[in-house]
């Protein structure tokens, strides 16, 4: 598998689509569950597409999305990512994101739950 520098995000439906055109306008890559088609998909599927896109995968869900990393470490495809984020305001959240964006490779998210 290739080595990739920079994070691209995969942003679950609980994530408001704004913070995906103030990435791009930073210049990263970032998905939303409305692009990908998966609106209304369950989290396995969720993070299954995240997985597939090697994206990781950007949630409000932290239960569920902690319960699937647990699940995912145990198993032998590794995911890319998961960022749990608490609710705040758009731009809040993009300045707590690009802490992450900016000082972290795709290459050790693998595997990582982050919270911010």
Same mark, same amino acid.
């Given at each position: *598998? @290739? @080595?990739?520098?920079? #994070?691209?995000?995969?942003? +679950?439906?609980?994530?408001?689509?704004? $913070?995906?055109?103030?990435?791009? /306008?930073?210049?990263?890559?970032?998905?939303?569950?409305?692009?990908?088609?998966?609106?209304? @998909?369950? +989290? +396995?599927?969720?993070?299954?597409? /995240? *997985? @597939?896109?090697?994206?990781?995968?950007?949630?409000? %869900?932290? !239960? &569920?999305?902690?319960? =699937?990393?647990?699940?995912?470490?145990?198993?032998?495809?590794?995911?890319?990512?998961? #960022? #749990?984020?608490? !609710?705040? &305001?758009?731009?809040? $959240?993009?300045? !707590?994101? =690009?802490?992450?964006? %900016?000082?972290?490779? /795709? +290459?050790? *998210?693998? %595997?990582?739950?982050?919270? #911010?």
């Amino acid at each position: *598998m @290739s @080595s990739q520098l920079f #994070i691209e995000l995969y942003l +679950d439906e609980d994530v408001d689509v704004l $913070l995906v055109k103030l990435l791009r /306008a930073r210049g990263f890559v970032a998905v939303t569950t409305q692009e990908a088609g998966l609106l209304g @998909s369950t +989290d +396995d599927k969720q993070l299954a597409h /995240a *997985m @597939s896109e090697r994206k990781a995968l950007l949630t409000h %869900n932290r !239960r &569920d999305f902690e319960r =699937l990393a647990t699940a995912s470490s145990t198993a032998t495809q590794k995911h890319h990512g998961i #960022i #749990i984020a608490a !609710r705040h &305001d758009v731009h809040e $959240l993009v300045r !707590r994101l =690009l802490l992450v964006l %900016n000082h972290t490779t /795709a +290459d050790e *998210m693998e %595997n990582q739950v982050r919270y #911010i």
